[in-house]
């Protein structure tokens, strides 16, 4: 027997729909990440981008547990002195709720090339309204 391991050739990537609508935002961001490196195949490899394409849909109605509306802060720093900001959860949500999700799979996926690869197959819509209904309309949606 040899052993066999997967090509670039081999992989197929299909399309999901999420609905984040009244979902616990790990719960969404767990599943999502687990698509995007494709954990659920068989064919499934660490080296390798195998995963598929994921599209979540109402991320403005994504709930969250306990007080992480006022508690949870998003941090970023510009490399200038005095560059720190601090944003919490509840201003991002009225912004830009894409990003709450985009944030929290991106902290599931390897911190390197790869998962950098993997993100990009990843779209997030607030409402539920997206472009990509001829690609996920062929191979079904996917509920929570």
Not at 102 to 115: D, F, I, R, S, T
Request: aromatic share 6%.
């Amino acid at each position: 027997m040899r052993t066999y391991s997967v090509k670039k050739s081999d992989i197929e990537r299909n399309w999901h729909l999420i609905d984040a609508q009244g979902r616990v935002l790990g719960e969404v961001a767990t599943e999502v990440a687990c698509l995007l490196m494709g954990k659920g195949k068989v064919k499934f490899a660490r080296h390798l981008d195998v995963g598929d394409n994921v599209v979540v849909i109402n991320a403005s109605k994504v709930a969250v547990t306990g007080n992480k509306m006022k508690d949870k802060y998003y941090y970023r720093h510009s490399g200038y002195p005095g560059g720190f900001k601090a944003v919490n959860l509840e201003k991002v949500m009225a912004t830009k709720p894409e990003r709450v999700i985009e944030n929290a799979v991106k902290g599931m996926l390897p911190q390197n090339k790869l998962g950098r690869a993997m993100i990009k197959k990843l779209r997030v819509y607030a409402g539920a309204d997206h472009p990509h209904m001829a690609q996920v309309s062929s191979f079904g949606q996917k509920q929570g």
